[in-house]
């Protein structure tokens, strides 16, 4: 393959620009209508750029924004979703991390059969499970609380992370597992001082996959979730969708961005592993 | 004199029942909220609970009301479009993107972090961003417009005909860089020294790939399909910021048909009866494919 300039590697640049500009357009379009005046939105057009730069609609869409009858902006339902999505990703990526370990390196008869029925969880369209989650939260009295959207991810959330943890163990050698046993150490000590030191990278992956997913939610957010307790999904999904008084697109793209930042800061200082995260998750062994 | 050895006992003891006692309770759990629950919901789509649950067996009338359901027949015919488009169209795009950037390309990694990013957004802001896009008056329209072309008109967000197209778009648009990555991950798996010999045997580059590149990508495909057909029939989110169902109801797919009969309309057999035929969706179309892959995968 020629590694200099021929006309068919120029083809092949422009061919690759032209979608990166297909996949950056839209970010583009967000931060710029974002930081317009209305009026300059309603004058120019989606791609011209600002006129000047105004942060109102961000300060806005932060503390000021009317999604249905509130009106105190995406500020209180950002700490909702980080409210949620923090315990949720620790919890279900520790008892992940064990059951992993368990399905990978202490097998018993049957272990591998529990798995496959444990990994059907995955799959599962959650539609199939809202009517009787609805009831139980209910029940236990903790609808419409952050508390029980915490419950529901970890619940939903531990088929993946035994998934990726079990995927890693199976590929360290037997050898250092049976070597520990002999030396007497029991489940705890291995796990603890032999697997966890080197489970870094799986940890990470785990990690930045549980808190995409749980950022991002909207399905549970909607269903078990109202009025305080939303989601930051749900709560954009409100205020863009509110019919009432001008529309403002400047604050429906600032209140846009600030959804996206967390899971695209993630992404940003650790595509590596959400890479990663995605092909493990996807290509399953 | 014995205690050492009975502590050794006791830890074997141990070592034999803890791993069953650690894992007892994520499997009580996956029985009761996985299994429990969907036998529950299939219990109740065979009731006659409307706006309460109520537990007596009225036989499959909630399945005949739902295949009596107009919006139910518009929801699986958008699911056929939305689905079938989607899938094709980022299979293509994601595809042709990896055997791009298969060509030793300088500022790759910059190239990928750039395709895949909105693979990190909500699909809420996804289709918040691409309704003020394709918004008729002051989006993409505009720009076409004052380019030159007056006329062009471009309003299929608000088209109850072409709505569910607009979904396509967002879509394809979210996950192609994802399975853009999977291929690229596929095609650097593979020997060099294959496309090398076929190289010194005189076939073009296009002829390399089309006839033996492509086709040992075998199992990567099954992987797409699978994950591809599994956000298309779950795909809710992306509809509901997108175009909530609408114009009207014209773009509604199941998973909103299900949450707008058994959360809003307090329909809650109707929308188990909806959320079971999802399911078995899901069966149908993955179990096929999941058996497909293993086999080509031990074949491999």
Redesign the interface.
Same mark, same amino acid.
């Given at each position: 393959?020629a590694?200099h300039l021929t006309p068919g590697?120029i083809v092949?640049?422009a061919?690759?620009l032209l979608?990166?500009i297909?996949?950056?357009?839209?970010?583009y379009?967000?931060l710029s $209508?974002s930081v317009k005046t209305l009026d300059d939105?309603?004058g120019g057009? %989606?791609?011209a750029l600002p006129q000047s730069i105004t942060l109102d609609a961000w300060s806005k869409a932060w503390s000021s924004a009317c999604t249905g009858v509130e009106c105190g902006g995406m500020k209180g339902f950002f700490w909702n979703s980080v409210k949620m999505a923090v315990p949720s990703v620790l919890i279900s990526t520790l008892?992940g991390a064990?059951?992993g370990y368990?399905?990978s390196m202490?097998r018993?008869r049957g272990?591998d059969v %529990?798995f496959t029925?444990?990994l059907?969880?995955c799959?599962?369209?959650?539609?199939?499970?809202? %009517?009787?989650? @609805?009831?139980l939260l209910g029940e236990l009295g903790i609808a419409n609380t952050t508390s029980g959207l915490i419950l529901v991810h970890v619940?939903?959330g531990?088929?993946f992370t035994?998934l990726f943890f079990r995927n890693f163990f199976v590929t360290i050698p037997d050898e250092l597992v049976k070597a520990a046993?002999i030396d007497?150490a029991?489940?705890?000590t291995i796990f603890l001082r032999i697997l966890l030191p080197i489970s870094g990278p799986i940890f990470m992956v785990c990690v930045i996959w549980q808190f $995409?997913q749980i950022?991002? !939610?909207?399905?549970f957010g909607?269903?078990f979730a109202s009025g305080e307790s939303q989601p930051i999904?749900v709560a954009?999904?409100n205020l863009?969708?509110t019919s009432t008084g001008v529309k403002e697109?400047n604050v !429906?793209?600032a209140a846009?961005?600030i @959804? @996206?930042l967390p $899971?695209?800061f993630?992404?940003m200082v650790a595509?590596r592993y959400?890479?990663r995260g995605?092909?493990a998750g @996807?290509?399953?062994g | 004199m014995s205690t050492p050895q009975s502590q050794?006992s006791l830890?074997a003891l141990?070592?034999r029942w803890?791993?069953?006692l650690?894992?007892s309770? #994520?499997?009580l759990?996956?029985l009761v909220?996985? /299994?429990? =629950?969907?036998a529950?919901?299939g219990w109740?789509s065979l009731t006659e609970s409307r706006l309460l649950?109520q537990m007596d067996f009225a036989g499959l009338v909630q399945y005949q009301a739902l295949f009596e359901n107009d919006r139910w027949w518009t929801a699986v015919a958008n699911l056929g479009i939305f689905g079938g488009l989607f899938i094709g169209c980022t299979l293509a795009v994601g595809l042709f993107?990896a055997v791009?950037?298969d060509?030793?390309?300088r500022a790759e990694g910059t190239?990928r972090? *750039?395709?895949? /990013?909105?693979?990190?957004?909500? =699909? *809420?802001? #996804?289709? #918040?961003?691409?309704?003020? +896009?394709l918004?008729p008056d002051?989006?993409?329209q505009?720009?076409i417009n004052?380019w030159g072309f007056p006329d062009f008109t471009f309003d299929w967000l608000v088209d109850p005909d072409k709505a569910i197209y607009t979904v396509v778009i967002a879509g394809v648009?979210q996950s192609s860089? =994802?399975v853009m990555?999977?291929f690229l991950?596929g095609l650097r798996g593979i020997d060099d020294s294959i496309i090398k010999a076929a190289q010194v045997d005189g076939a073009s580059?296009p002829v390399i790939y089309w006839r033996i590149i492509i086709p040992s990508l075998r199992p990567?495909f099954f992987?797409?399909l699978?994950?591809l057909s599994?956000i298309a029939?779950?795909s809710?989110?992306l509809v +509901?910021?997108l175009t909530?169902g609408g114009p009207g109801t014209a773009s509604d797919v199941p998973?909103i048909f +299900?949450?707008q009969f058994? =959360?809003t309309r307090g329909q809650?057999g109707l929308?188990?009866a909806?959320?079971?035929m +999802?399911?078995m969706t899901?069966v149908a179309v993955?179990v096929p494919l999941m058996y497909m892959e293993t086999r080509s995968a031990k074949r491999g």
């Amino acid at each position: 393959m020629a590694k200099h300039l021929t006309p068919g590697r120029i083809v092949l640049y422009a061919a690759l620009l032209l979608m990166a500009i297909y996949y950056l357009l839209p970010l583009y379009v967000m931060l710029s $209508t974002s930081v317009k005046t209305l009026d300059d939105i309603r004058g120019g057009n %989606l791609i011209a750029l600002p006129q000047s730069i105004t942060l109102d609609a961000w300060s806005k869409a932060w503390s000021s924004a009317c999604t249905g009858v509130e009106c105190g902006g995406m500020k209180g339902f950002f700490w909702n979703s980080v409210k949620m999505a923090v315990p949720s990703v620790l919890i279900s990526t520790l008892i992940g991390a064990v059951n992993g370990y368990v399905v990978s390196m202490w097998r018993f008869r049957g272990s591998d059969v %529990l798995f496959t029925l444990l990994l059907v969880g995955c799959f599962i369209p959650f539609q199939v499970v809202l %009517l009787p989650m @609805a009831r139980l939260l209910g029940e236990l009295g903790i609808a419409n609380t952050t508390s029980g959207l915490i419950l529901v991810h970890v619940i939903y959330g531990l088929a993946f992370t035994t998934l990726f943890f079990r995927n890693f163990f199976v590929t360290i050698p037997d050898e250092l597992v049976k070597a520990a046993r002999i030396d007497g150490a029991g489940f705890w000590t291995i796990f603890l001082r032999i697997l966890l030191p080197i489970s870094g990278p799986i940890f990470m992956v785990c990690v930045i996959w549980q808190f $995409t997913q749980i950022w991002n !939610d909207f399905l549970f957010g909607v269903v078990f979730a109202s009025g305080e307790s939303q989601p930051i999904t749900v709560a954009l999904n409100n205020l863009v969708n509110t019919s009432t008084g001008v529309k403002e697109y400047n604050v !429906d793209m600032a209140a846009a961005i600030i @959804a @996206a930042l967390p $899971t695209l800061f993630v992404y940003m200082v650790a595509g590596r592993y959400f890479v990663r995260g995605l092909t493990a998750g @996807a290509v399953k062994g | 004199m014995s205690t050492p050895q009975s502590q050794a006992s006791l830890s074997a003891l141990a070592d034999r029942w803890l791993p069953k006692l650690v894992l007892s309770p #994520t499997l009580l759990i996956s029985l009761v909220f996985v /299994y429990g =629950f969907i036998a529950w919901t299939g219990w109740l789509s065979l009731t006659e609970s409307r706006l309460l649950p109520q537990m007596d067996f009225a036989g499959l009338v909630q399945y005949q009301a739902l295949f009596e359901n107009d919006r139910w027949w518009t929801a699986v015919a958008n699911l056929g479009i939305f689905g079938g488009l989607f899938i094709g169209c980022t299979l293509a795009v994601g595809l042709f993107l990896a055997v791009l950037l298969d060509q030793k390309i300088r500022a790759e990694g910059t190239l990928r972090t *750039i395709y895949l /990013y909105p693979m990190a957004l909500s =699909f *809420i802001v #996804t289709g #918040t961003a691409w309704k003020w +896009m394709l918004n008729p008056d002051m989006g993409l329209q505009k720009v076409i417009n004052d380019w030159g072309f007056p006329d062009f008109t471009f309003d299929w967000l608000v088209d109850p005909d072409k709505a569910i197209y607009t979904v396509v778009i967002a879509g394809v648009w979210q996950s192609s860089g =994802f399975v853009m990555a999977l291929f690229l991950a596929g095609l650097r798996g593979i020997d060099d020294s294959i496309i090398k010999a076929a190289q010194v045997d005189g076939a073009s580059l296009p002829v390399i790939y089309w006839r033996i590149i492509i086709p040992s990508l075998r199992p990567v495909f099954f992987s797409v399909l699978l994950i591809l057909s599994h956000i298309a029939i779950k795909s809710f989110d992306l509809v +509901m910021a997108l175009t909530g169902g609408g114009p009207g109801t014209a773009s509604d797919v199941p998973a909103i048909f +299900m949450y707008q009969f058994a =959360f809003t309309r307090g329909q809650l057999g109707l929308g188990a009866a909806s959320a079971m035929m +999802m399911l078995m969706t899901i069966v149908a179309v993955l179990v096929p494919l999941m058996y497909m892959e293993t086999r080509s995968a031990k074949r491999g």
